[in-house]
C-alpha cells in the first residue's frame, strides 16, 4: 500500500471518528451555532432600522443585505471553537499519546479533526444562510460563478480558521482553556465591518478594524453576493487565509510532532 493510501485511509478513519463524536454530542455545536443566529435576529429586529440609516439604506431590508456575509463568517468563527475543544480533550485524555504509539499515518490524525471541523463549519455556513433568506436575505444580481467564488472563500476560510483552532487545542491544558483561547475567532468579527461600516469608525481604530483578518473576507463575500466593489480585498482575504492555514498547521503539526513530557 503507497503511502498517500494510507494516509488517505486513516485520514478517512479519523474523520468517520470524529464526526461521530460530534453527533454524539450535538449540544455544543447548538450552543457555537446558537451566537451567530442569535446576532442576526437582534441586529435585523432590533437594531435594523436605525442601523440601516447609518450605511445610507432606507429600510431593514438594506440592512440584512449588509449584515449576512459578516455573520455567515462570523458562524465560521463561532463553529471551529468546536475543533479546539474536541483536540483537547483528546490530549488530556491521553487518546492523542496513544494515537502516536499505533501504526498509522501521524499526519492522519490532525487531518481528521481539520477535515471534521471544515465540514461542520460548512454545515453552520448553509444552516445560517438558511435563516438570513427566511427572514428577507436575497442576492439576486450575483451570478453562478459569483456564487461558487463566495462558497470558495467560506471553505477557504473555515479551513484557515480549524487549523488555528486546532493549534489552539493542542496547545491548551485542557478542554475549556481551549474553548477560552479561541474565544477571539468570535470576537474579531464585532471589531470589524460586519455591522457597521469601517469609515463610521473612530479614525484611529479604522486600520486595525480595516486590516484584521474578517473584514477583507466580509467585504470580499458582499461585493461578490451583492455585486458592490471588492477591489484589493480579494486578494488580501485570499493572503489572509493562506497565512493563517499555513500557521495553523505548523503550530499543531509541531505540537503534535513534540515528544510528550
Known amino acids: 500500500m503507497s503511502t498517500f493510501t494510507l494516509a488517505a485511509r486513516d485520514s478517512a478513519t479519523m474523520l468517520r471518528r470524529n464526526l461521530l463524536h460530534a453527533r454524539r454530542y450535538p449540544s455544543l455545536t447548538l450552543n457555537l451555532l446558537l451566537t451567530p443566529v442569535m446576532l442576526l435576529l437582534l441586529f435585523v429586529y432590533i437594531f435594523g432600522n436605525t442601523m440601516s440609516a447609518g450605511i445610507g439604506g432606507g429600510d431593514r431590508s438594506a440592512y440584512i443585505a449588509y449584515l449576512v456575509p459578516g455573520i455567515l463568517l462570523m458562524t465560521i468563527g463561532s463553529t471551529v471553537i468546536g475543533a479546539a475543544v474536541s483536540v483537547s480533550t483528546d490530549m488530556s485524555e491521553g487518546i492523542i499519546a496513544r494515537f502516536r504509539t499505533m501504526a498509522i499515518h501521524r499526519g492522519s490524525v490532525l487531518v481528521g479533526h481539520v477535515v471534521g471541523g471544515v465540514l461542520q463549519s460548512v454545515a453552520s455556513v448553509v444552516l445560517v444562510g438558511a435563516v438570513a433568506v427566511a427572514i428577507g436575505f436575497r442576492s439576486t444580481d450575483a451570478t453562478a460563478l459569483e456564487w461558487l467564488a463566495a462558497f470558495g472563500l467560506l471553505v477557504l476560510f ?104
Open 158 to 261: 473555515a479551513l484557515a480558521l480549524t487549523w488555528i483552532a486546532v493549534g489552539m487545542g493542542m496547545a491548551s491544558p485542557n478542554a475549556e482553556a481551549a474553548g477560552n483561547s479561541a474565544m477571539p475567532l468570535i470576537l474579531l468579527p464585532l471589531i470589524s465591518s460586519a455591522f457597521t461600516p469601517v469609515d463610521a469608525m473612530p479614525g484611529w481604530f479604522q486600520p486595525i478594524a480595516q486590516y484584521q483578518p474578517f473584514t477583507p473576507a466580509i467585504e470580499t463575500l458582499r461585493g461578490l453576493l451583492l455585486g458592490s466593489g471588492i477591489g484589493y480585498n480579494g486578494w488580501l482575504a485570499v493572503a489572509w487565509c493562506l497565512a493563517l492555514t499555513a500557521l495553523g498547521y505548523f503550530w499543531s503539526t509541531s505540537t503534535f510532532n513534540r515528544d510528550p513530557k
